[in-house]
């Protein structure tokens, strides 16, 4: 008998399992950073919430509401009555995404969002200036709407939808559920819908884009915005909680 061997079948303490030595997938890396930012939103679908406190945790609530309308509503309207007046409109655009940030540090709350708005904002600005085109500050907002909807629609066609690969890891699953025909399909679908939200977007403010018509390009901005979204979000809820049925577990019906 080897002296490695263990009469009862265990591994030595220091050996450690082949699992552990094998490095996580590209599907489970992106699998936790996708659903670590969905739970970190407020959208877990482990959770026992109405589908209503969810959106409103998931756009922010009064706050992120704020971040998401205030910054292109002042740039809008500050750039129409000041006569296009673009230093005035940016000026207020970001300022308002920096008054925004600094209350998210201030309250010590979650502030990736107001984080995110205002360096997109920056970028937004600097784009604008560059150029001396009041349009150009949607610029940035167009291509991530193309980058997140390629992304999405990409990896719904490749069989790995983001849809799944989130709940997969929010429900503790990992990428099991792709050996589930129900869950795949819902996944896919619900990925195709995300895309295509995105895919409307382009679609309708691309022609003001390249029209130059600014009010017309921020109107349909906020309007394919939180709406939408809010809607979105409540379906991929309900569905993901409708494909995973949690087990009913009573701490007062357990036996002694």
């Known amino acids: 008998m ?131 085109s009041a349009v150009d500050a949607f610029l940035w907002g167009l291509i991530l709407n193309a980058v997140y909807g390629g992304g999405l629609l990409l990896s719904a066609l490749v069989g790995w939808p983001i849809i799944g690969l989130a709940a997969g890891f929010l429900m503790g699953e990992g990428v099991a559920w792709r050996r589930d025909r129900r869950k795949r399909r819902a996944y896919f679908w619900l990925t195709i819908m995300w895309a295509a939200l995105f895919a409307v977007r382009l679609a309708v403010q691309l022609p003001y884009y390249f029209s130059g018509d600014v009010a017309g390009l921020g109107t349909w901005k906020l309007l394919l915005g939180i709406p939408p979204f809010a809607v979105l979000v409540a379906v991929t809820w309900i569905v993901v909680r409708r494909v995973n049925p949690r087990r009913a577990v009573s701490d007062s019906g357990a036996e002694a």
């Open 2 to 132: 080897s002296s490695d061997a263990h009469p009862d079948g265990e591994q030595a303490a220091d050996e450690a399992p082949a699992d552990a030595l094998t490095p996580p997938a590209a599907s489970d890396v992106l699998g936790q950073a996708l659903g670590g930012a969905a739970r970190r939103a407020g959208f877990d679908p482990q959770q026992d919430a109405t589908t209503g406190e969810v959106v409103w945790r998931a756009i922010g609530g009064p706050r992120g509401i704020a971040e998401s309308l205030l910054p292109t509503l002042l740039f809008v309207v500050s750039y129409i009555v000041s006569g296009n007046n673009l230093i005035l409109a940016i000026a207020l655009s970001v300022g308002a995404a920096v008054v925004l940030t600094v209350i998210r540090l201030a309250a010590r709350q979650p502030f990736g969002s107001a984080v995110g708005g205002l360096i997109g904002a920056l970028i937004a600005a600097g784009w604008a200036l560059v150029t001396g």
